[in-house]
């Protein structure tokens, strides 16, 4: 990571002198700080997206000349934002509100916009250097969980975005020491601190879950071929074997299997986050099987996902009735935005995975395989998450697309 890339040949640069100068100065503190703000700060990663989009409209032509819609995963997320906002002003009117709905999902604006930023960076990896020491810094704090009393409350509001992100960038770490752009101690060594803390110090399941795929991930690009296949069993085996010994996970395993046989029964379990997760997928699959055709819109979904959330137990509502969304986002897609939006979001999903299966994965291309490992942790963690809508993973995910998609083209 602490390579120079240089920018790609033939790609205009500004007049030389300061102007340039300031540019990438401002370009490169401002990668720094949205990979160092990704994890935990809302505030910075938005102060730190302004920056980079004042850059964009300041130089247009320059932006417009990297071409970000020649990428087929571009292209298909630029096509699912304009479905997005398609069917939210003709179905539902050119509002403030509807605006708002379509605002949710810029991201997929966002992710092309930003690669083509990187593309122009003389320093890019000043994104990954800040998103490196973020994750350790944000990784030391569930530590000092004992020493510091507002951190519980501070950790257990991002402990889905933490732990989605604290597994991926382990897997980063991991893949720089293994191709020799960090030392193997540091990478492998940092890989197994934010591991071990996912594991330990968080209770986070989408984060064990994404973790165990993203360590097959890395087994299987770092194993020859004869020997990938029980390689990746023998991680398995042991990722069982160490997650039975953290008191997170057990804690969670237990809960899980105790509150989904209470929901087979039809029994409610209240202060449940499976139970309340149950629920939230009922009342999900409730709203796509009515409204599979063309959805409900994304801004009155929250109505008709209310409406199917009746409640069945006297007055007071079960805690999987609160919610505004299903917690998972291929029925978000498909309740929101009908059979298009989730056939588009599927599309968006699996082409830089698809892409890993078709392009070679050699020393030349070391990170094409990597791309489709992180859109993998992605779509395995939308199962259980509505992620693309939610700020914080949807942001990181997006943001790590963009870099890795240029350092799949630079390197």
């Given amino acids: ?137 944000f990784t030391a704090l569930h530590w000092l969980v004992p020493l510091i009393p507002q951190l519980p409350h501070f950790l257990h509001l991002r402990r889905i975005s933490s732990g989605f992100g604290l597994a991926v960038c382990a897997f980063l770490l991991f893949e720089h020491a293994r191709l020799g752009m960090l030392p193997r101690w540091l990478g492998y060594g940092a890989a197994l601190f934010l591991s071990v803390t996912v594991l330990f110090a968080s209770d986070a399941r989408t984060g064990h879950l994404v973790l165990i795929v993203l360590a097959a991930c890395a087994t299987w690009r770092a194993t020859k071929l004869r020997w990938r296949a029980p390689a990746v069993l023998a991680v398995a085996v042991a990722a069982v074997l160490v997650g039975s010994l953290s008191q997170p996970i057990r804690q969670r395993m237990a809960e899980t299997l105790s509150d989904a046989q209470a929901s087979s029964k039809g029994e409610v379990v209240l ?47 079960p805690p999987g009735t609160l919610s505004d969304n299903p917690h998972n986002e291929y029925l978000m897609q498909l309740g929101a935005g009908g059979l298009p939006a989730l056939v588009l979001f599927l599309m968006w999903l699996a082409a830089p995975m698809a892409r890993a299966l078709q392009e070679p994965n050699g020393p030349r291309q070391p990170w094409t395989g990597a791309v489709g490992c992180v859109a993998l942790a992605f779509a395995v963690g939308c199962l259980f998450n509505s992620l693309l809508l939610d700020y914080m993973p949807g942001h990181l995910y997006g943001c790590l697309l963009a870099w890795l998609m240029v350092r799949r083209v630079q390197d």
Avoid at 293 to 314: I, K, N
Wanted: proline share 5%; net charge positive.
């Fill in 1 to 137: 990571m602490s390579a120079v890339i240089p920018p790609p040949v033939g790609v205009p640069t500004l007049a030389a002198g300061w102007q340039e100068r300031v540019f990438q100065g401002v370009l490169t503190g401002a990668l720094g700080a949205l990979g160092f703000f990704l994890l935990f700060s809302t505030a910075g990663t938005s102060i730190s997206l302004f920056v980079l989009l004042i850059l964009v409209i300041l130089n247009p032509r320059r932006v417009w000349q990297q071409r970000f819609w020649r990428e087929p995963v571009f292209a298909i997320g630029l096509l699912l934002l304009a479905y997005i906002g398609l069917r939210t002003f003709i179905g539902e009117g050119l509002t403030a509100p509807s605006a708002g709905t379509l605002n949710r999902y810029h991201e997929l604006l966002m992710i092309p916009l930003l690669w083509a930023l990187m593309r122009m960076a003389r320093r890019p990896q000043a994104f990954s250097s800040g998103l490196m020491a973020g994750a350790l810094f």
């Fill in 271 to 317: 202060n449940s986050s499976t139970w309340a997760r149950i629920e939230l997928f009922r009342n999900g699959i409730v709203v796509a099987r009515d409204n599979w055709v063309l959805g409900t819109g994304w801004q009155g979904y929250a109505q008709v996902f209310d409406r199917a959330s009746t409640p069945r137990h006297g007055e007071a509502r």
